[in-house]
């Protein structure tokens, strides 16, 4: 097994961090620059740094705070949120970010991923996927959403993971909109779902409250990356703490 990375988020919106729960009932938690220079410190393998209302506001990607945060720190910053095609992954990548994260605008383009990764190398392109449960559905029954989890695409979740692979994404950021902000653990299933599917990596996000979150994340849900923003930004535990507890289970992390 490779490392396991550890990677702190931070849902921007209007310059500032803020947190919510299913990307609603947001709160202001503070700078994105000294979040991401505390982090660094602590350890943090990767930031993931997402404008969580560019894309339902359609505007373009946070370009200023970006640039600001990759100035400040040293560690791989990876940029989602208001992506639509090629002029705005090039923006994002030229202001300092090492991957965009592309969600909405891959479900309605799908050809965006393979030009994307054609032009800037598979290794830059992360494709998110947000997802929730159909209703009264079996354990695989979940369904793709877009636009910060507003809009239902009537997608399955596993064949578009498959095809997204092949059309050139180097990782997976999948988010389980029914578990984020919650702090009750990670949708296992889900993750290993797709885990089981895929050959590139899977990143866990939604729903991190405990030590053993992240832990269950690695050895139920298959992944290859966990983040986490809660339980980060208002210091219940640091970057260092989950890669001590995690070493202890025998998780391979880079301390």
Not at 119 to 139: F, H, L, M, N, Q
Not at 184 to 207: C, E, H, K, Q
């Amino acid at each position: 097994m490779s490392f396991v990375r550890v990677i702190p988020c931070l849902d921007v919106k209007d310059g500032l961090v803020v947190k919510g729960t299913r990307f609603v009932s947001l709160r202001d938690v503070g700078d994105p620059v000294e979040f991401a220079e505390r982090y660094e410190r602590q350890g943090a393998d990767e930031l993931a740094l997402l404008d969580i209302t560019a894309t339902v506001e359609k505007r373009a990607t946070m370009v200023d705070v970006v640039r600001r945060v990759a100035d400040s720190v040293s560690v791989p910053v990876s940029v989602g949120g208001g992506i639509k095609d090629i002029s705005d992954i090039e923006r994002l990548l030229h202001a300092g970010a090492d991957k965009v994260i592309v969600n909405s605008a891959a479900v309605k383009n799908p050809e965006l991923v393979r030009e994307a990764s054609e032009i800037y190398g598979s290794g830059r392109i992360t494709v998110a996927i947000d997802v929730r449960r159909k209703p009264g559905s079996a354990e695989e029954g979940w369904e793709v959403v877009i636009n910060g989890g507003r809009v239902p695409t009537g997608m399955d979740v596993l064949e578009w993971a498959d095809r997204v692979q092949e059309l050139g994404a180097g990782e997976l950021l999948v988010t389980s909109m029914d578990t984020d902000g919650t702090k009750s653990g990670y949708d296992n299933v889900l993750n290993a779902a797709i885990a089981s599917r895929v050959s590139i990596p899977v990143v866990a996000s939604g729903g991190a409250g405990e030590l053993e979150h992240i832990r269950d994340a690695v050895l139920e849900g298959r992944v290859q990356a966990v983040l986490a923003a809660s339980i980060f930004h208002f210091n219940e535990y640091t970057v260092s703490d989950v890669k001590n507890y995690l070493k202890r289970f025998g998780i391979p992390v880079k301390i």
